[in-house]
């Protein structure tokens, strides 16, 4: 009897053996469905099929595969890759398989996709009961060119209509389906679509990336250009040499859903859109990815972190771009750092990686600086816009007047770029009205009933919220303990506060919010993006997200409202955070030669080394001395971290496990276990946390540790382990 192992996307502890059926052809990699008590599911065959021997189960207790699946075998080099991942953040290899087995559509056979129309040759029959839901299908129907229809969900979408309309139409025979022919494949970018004049500098960086590409050998390099020097116009170069090479490219962007303008781009520079992949994505979107990258004919794909694990053919680069970005660390689940995982994926591709940031991570700058990744420096902007001028006020000496969050000079700031036809930004990165809500008559305050943090009003909704669990609550109109009402005040500034204040001073300016909530999600997000991109917005007032890689040619100031507002907490990475995202904000200013850039940061501490460097333009300077800083106290990247996080919903649980570990906390000569100690946060949806952070050299085995001391212990009851190496999340 022939057995194989097979990994199953499931967080169990290994590989579980199954037996080959004998007119099965099975081999290694092979996608097959397989007996799990009582259910069947989808894994891979993960080691090469073998007779069985006599350390094996009994032949009886072996079950035998159900069918092999119609899709191509995953690579040798994707389940290294999922070994080396699982292995790197101490999470079940199933854990990991399960991230490239994300689209359970893509190993079922094709669909053929159903499409609703009228009756060509009964159009104009109607229904008896015609209601106004019914009213909109035909219409909807009628506006197309005779014969044709439209998928379920695009109909229900058009009609605005929910699907069981469209059901009830279809039974009473008023709307016919027909089958679409299948998906069109994906357009092929052209390498020499147009061609670009490039500054010597952009020349000289766009040779040699050419070059690596060329060479089919894993390289790693930083791009460290200042913001508007044509990074991506600069790694589009890249690309091309990857597409004359027949090879795939992959770019990972931050905020894959909100970059209609980087589209836009690519296509000027290749003739058609690249291939996406991001959470937004409908679930025939992600079959017809999946399955086009696992057949090779994918040939540049856009991403989340999650592209990372898609199967890839024969992947000739890796971009990630904003390389510094929190965003691509992932929180929950398996806990990885993408940025971290897209040089291990290029490694084993044998494919250079590009790392590209005007501000790049620590991390990224000193392995540049050691040698180990190579530097390409952009230190211009193209077409000889210059750097912005920073300016930082001093709100101890000159505080905003009473019940204003800005300087007078911040606000005329904004007035002259707005008299001069540029557009402003201001930014604030906190989304609401305000942080906090008391009761001024008896100094109640609003915390989330599930979680330690306050609840966020959000004034434009009418809601407070809570923005770690999303608790919701409306605004209330008497203060929930003494039932006084009009007692209520807010606490502090978020964007919505802002852009209150600002169209106080500007009623008639076009004014925006650019913010993660605001309605219309997403789609709406975009669209405002667009906005401004085109000049259709005066003031835009935003959180963090409109720090990440936009290009609006008429903003020329940037007023920064607390500049403070990241140094507080005395995180590993707060002063590098601070820096990384004050100047992405300032860098959106002036980033075409007609408008001269200029940003204002209002600090309480104008001292900090942070904003010094930041006004001084002294990016270098800045991070030498941080480098040095993190050396001295052995801390990443001149050390290694890891954290171990327990929670439950029962405090004396977590406590008594908590207990438990750090009683069977091996000894270790180079690693430091800092903790127990309840997590910053100690409760978050009615969990409550408990923390231990390590601490290594640089070369400490922290896995083989954390193995070590969790190989005999078991969680119970409501508690929950999570390891995170490298972490970067301290709260
Ligand atoms: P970065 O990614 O470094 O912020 P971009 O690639 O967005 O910079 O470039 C900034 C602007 O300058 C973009 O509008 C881009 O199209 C333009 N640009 C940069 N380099 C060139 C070039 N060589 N030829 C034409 N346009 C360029
Ligand atoms: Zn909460």
Same mark, same amino acid.
């Given at each position: 009897?022939?057995?194989?192992?097979?990994?199953?996307?499931?967080?169990?502890?290994?590989p579980?053996?199954?037996?080959?059926?004998?007119?099965?052809?099975?081999?290694l990699?092979?996608?097959?469905?397989?007996?799990?008590?009582?259910?069947?599911?989808?894994g891979?065959?993960?080691?090469?099929?073998?007779?069985?021997?006599?350390?094996?189960?009994?032949?009886?207790?072996?079950?035998?595969?159900?069918?092999?699946?119609?899709?191509?075998?995953?690579?040798?080099?994707?389940?290294?890759?999922?070994?080396?991942?699982?292995?790197?953040?101490?999470?079940?290899?199933?854990?990991?398989?399960?991230?490239?087995?994300?689209?359970?559509?893509?190993f079922?056979?094709? /669909?053929?996709?159903?499409?609703?129309?009228?009756?060509?040759?009964?159009?104009?029959?109607?229904?008896?009961?015609?209601?106004?839901?019914?009213?909109?299908?035909?219409?909807?129907?009628?506006?197309?060119?005779?014969?044709?229809?439209?998928?379920?969900?695009?109909?229900?979408?058009?009609?605005?209509?929910?699907?069981?309309?469209? /059901?009830?139409?279809?039974?009473?025979?008023?709307?016919?389906?027909?089958?679409?022919?299948?998906? /069109?494949?994906?357009?092929?970018?052209?390498?020499?679509?147009?061609?670009?004049?490039?500054?010597g500098d952009?020349?000289?960086?766009?040779?040699?990336?050419?070059?690596?590409v060329?060479?089919?050998?894993?390289?790693?390099?930083?791009?460290?250009?200042?913001?508007?020097?044509?990074?991506?116009?600069?790694?589009?170069?890249?690309?091309?040499?990857?597409?004359?090479e027949?090879?795939?490219?992959?770019?990972?962007?931050?905020?894959?859903?909100?970059?209609?303008?980087f589209?836009?781009?690519?296509?000027?520079?290749?003739?058609?859109a690249?291939?996406?992949?991001? #959470?937004?994505l409908?679930?025939?979107?992600?079959?017809r990815?999946?399955?086009?990258?696992?057949?090779?004919?994918?040939?540049?794909?856009?991403?989340?972190?999650?592209?990372?694990?898609l199967?890839?053919?024969?992947? @000739?680069?890796?971009?990630?771009?904003?390389?510094?970005?929190?965003?691509?660390?992932?929180?929950?689940?398996?806990?990885?750092?993408?940025?971290?995982?897209?040089?291990?994926?290029?490694?084993?591709?044998?494919?250079?990686?590009?790392?590209?940031?005007?501000?790049?991570?620590?991390?990224?700058?000193?392995?540049?600086?050691e040698?180990?990744?190579?530097?390409?420096?952009?230190?211009?902007?193209?077409?000889?816009?210059?750097?912005?001028? &920073?300016?930082?006020?001093?709100?101890?000496?000159?505080?905003?007047?009473?019940?204003?969050?800005?300087?007078?000079?911040?606000?005329?700031?904004?007035?002259?770029?707005?008299?001069?036809?540029?557009?402003?930004?201001?930014?604030?990165?906190?989304?609401?009205?305000?942080?906090?809500?008391?009761?001024?008559?008896?100094?109640?305050?609003?915390?989330?009933?599930?979680?330690?943090?306050?609840?966020?009003?959000?004034?434009?909704?009418?809601?407070?919220?809570?923005?770690?669990?999303?608790?919701?609550?409306?605004?209330?109109?008497?203060?929930?303990?003494?039932?006084?009402?009009?007692?209520?005040?807010?606490?502090?500034?978020?964007?919505?506060?802002?852009?209150?204040e600002?169209?106080?001073?500007?009623?008639?300016?076009?004014?925006?919010?650019?913010? #993660?909530?605001?309605?219309?999600?997403?789609?709406?997000l975009?669209?405002?993006?667009?906005q401004?991109?085109?000049?259709?917005?005066?003031?835009?007032?935003?959180?963090? &997200?409109?720090?990440?890689?936009?290009?609006?040619?008429?903003?020329?100031?940037?007023?920064?409202?607390?500049?403070?507002?990241?140094? @507080?907490?005395?995180?590993?990475?707060?002063a590098?955070?601070?820096?990384?995202?004050?100047?992405?904000?300032?860098?959106?200013?002036?980033?075409?030669?007609?408008?001269?850039?200029?940003?204002?940061?209002?600090?309480?501490m104008?001292?900090?080394?942070?904003?010094?460097?930041?006004?001084?333009?002294?990016?270098?300077?800045?991070?030498?001395?941080?480098?040095l800083?993190?050396? &001295?106290?052995?801390?990443?990247?001149?050390?290694?971290?890891?954290?171990?996080?327990? #929670?439950?919903?029962?405090?004396?649980?977590?406590?008594?496990?908590?207990?438990?570990?750090?009683q069977?906390?091996?000894?270790?000569?180079?690693?430091?276990?800092?903790?127990?100690?309840?997590?910053?946060?100690?409760?978050?949806?009615?969990?409550?946390?408990?923390?231990?952070?390590?601490? @290594?050299?640089k070369?400490?085995?922290?896995?083989?540790?954390?193995?070590?001391?969790?190989?005999?212990?078991?969680?119970r009851?409501?508690?929950?382990?999570?390891?995170?190496?490298?972490?970067?999340?301290?709260?």
């Amino acid at each position: 009897m022939q057995i194989v192992s097979v990994l199953i996307p499931l967080g169990l502890p290994g590989p579980y053996d199954y037996a080959v059926p004998p007119d099965m052809d099975v081999g290694l990699g092979d996608f097959v469905r397989v007996p799990l008590g009582p259910r069947r599911v989808n894994g891979v065959v993960w080691q090469a099929p073998r007779a069985l021997g006599k350390d094996d189960l009994e032949p009886k207790k072996i079950k035998s595969i159900v069918e092999r699946l119609d899709v191509p075998a995953l690579s040798e080099q994707l389940r290294q890759f999922v070994d080396w991942v699982a292995a790197y953040v101490m999470s079940p290899p199933g854990s990991v398989l399960r991230q490239v087995m994300r689209v359970p559509t893509a190993f079922e056979p094709a /669909k053929p996709l159903l499409a609703y129309r009228l009756d060509p040759s009964t159009p104009e029959a109607r229904p008896e009961k015609m209601t106004a839901a019914r009213t909109r299908v035909f219409a909807a129907l009628a506006m197309l060119p005779q014969g044709m229809g439209l998928t379920g969900p695009d109909l229900a979408r058009e009609a605005n209509v929910s699907s069981s309309v469209i /059901k009830g139409l279809l039974a009473g025979g008023f709307l016919q389906t027909y089958p679409l022919p299948g998906h /069109k494949a994906f357009a092929a970018p052209e390498p020499d679509h147009v061609q670009r004049d490039f500054s010597g500098d952009q020349k000289t960086v766009t040779q040699a990336l050419s070059a690596a590409v060329a060479e089919r050998d894993f390289t790693t390099h930083l791009l460290d250009g200042v913001t508007g020097s044509g990074k991506t116009e600069v790694y589009f170069e890249a690309i091309a040499q990857a597409l004359r090479e027949n090879r795939q490219a992959l770019i990972l962007l931050p905020e894959i859903s909100l970059t209609t303008q980087f589209l836009e781009r690519f296509e000027a520079r290749f003739g058609c859109a690249p291939a996406l992949w991001h #959470s937004g994505l409908g679930p025939t979107e992600r079959r017809r990815t999946w399955r086009e990258i696992a057949e090779g004919r994918v040939q540049v794909l856009v991403g989340a972190r999650s592209a990372l694990f898609l199967p890839w053919q024969d992947l @000739g680069v890796i971009i990630v771009d904003e390389e510094h970005d929190g965003g691509f660390k992932q929180e929950d689940g398996v806990i990885y750092n993408a940025r971290d995982m897209a040089v291990v994926r290029a490694r084993l591709a044998s494919c250079p990686v590009i790392l590209s940031s005007a501000t790049p991570s620590l991390e990224s700058y000193v392995n540049g600086r050691e040698g180990r990744y190579e530097i390409h420096k952009l230190a211009a902007r193209h077409g000889g816009a210059a750097m912005p001028k &920073i300016q930082l006020v001093d709100m101890r000496a000159s505080p905003p007047p009473r019940g204003a969050w800005m300087v007078p000079e911040m606000v005329a700031s904004v007035g002259a770029a707005l008299a001069r036809g540029e557009q402003a930004l201001l930014f604030l990165n906190r989304r609401g009205y305000a942080p906090l809500t008391l009761c001024r008559g008896c100094g109640h305050r609003y915390a989330c009933p599930d979680c330690d943090s306050w609840m966020v009003e959000h004034r434009f909704r009418k809601q407070l919220q809570c923005h770690h669990c999303g608790h919701l609550e409306p605004v209330p109109e008497l203060c929930a303990q003494c039932h006084e009402p009009d007692k209520l005040a807010a606490c502090g500034p978020g964007v919505e506060r802002i852009t209150e204040e600002i169209i106080g001073h500007f009623p008639d300016a076009r004014t925006v919010i650019l913010s #993660s909530d605001m309605t219309g999600g997403t789609q709406a997000l975009r669209e405002t993006i667009q906005q401004v991109a085109r000049g259709e917005a005066d003031i835009i007032v935003g959180t963090q &997200i409109v720090a990440k890689g936009h290009h609006f040619p008429k903003l020329s100031f940037v007023g920064v409202v607390d500049a403070d507002l990241g140094l @507080g907490n005395g995180d590993l990475r707060a002063a590098e955070r601070t820096y990384q995202l004050l100047s992405q904000v300032a860098g959106r200013s002036g980033r075409s030669a007609e408008a001269e850039g200029f940003a204002m940061l209002q600090t309480h501490m104008p001292e900090h080394p942070v904003l010094q460097a930041l006004a001084a333009g002294d990016r270098d300077g800045f991070f030498t001395r941080e480098v040095l800083a993190r050396e &001295i106290a052995g801390m990443p990247p001149y050390g290694r971290l890891a954290a171990l996080i327990i #929670s439950a919903t029962d405090p004396n649980e977590a406590l008594a496990f908590v207990r438990e570990l750090a009683q069977k906390m091996p000894a270790h000569g180079d690693i430091r276990v800092l903790g127990p100690a309840p997590a910053p946060i100690a409760r978050i949806r009615n969990r409550y946390r408990f923390r231990f952070l390590l601490k @290594g050299p640089k070369n400490a085995p922290m896995q083989a540790y954390i193995g070590q001391w969790l190989a005999p212990l078991k969680t119970r009851g409501s508690v929950r382990l999570s390891v995170d190496i490298d972490p970067y999340s301290f709260l």
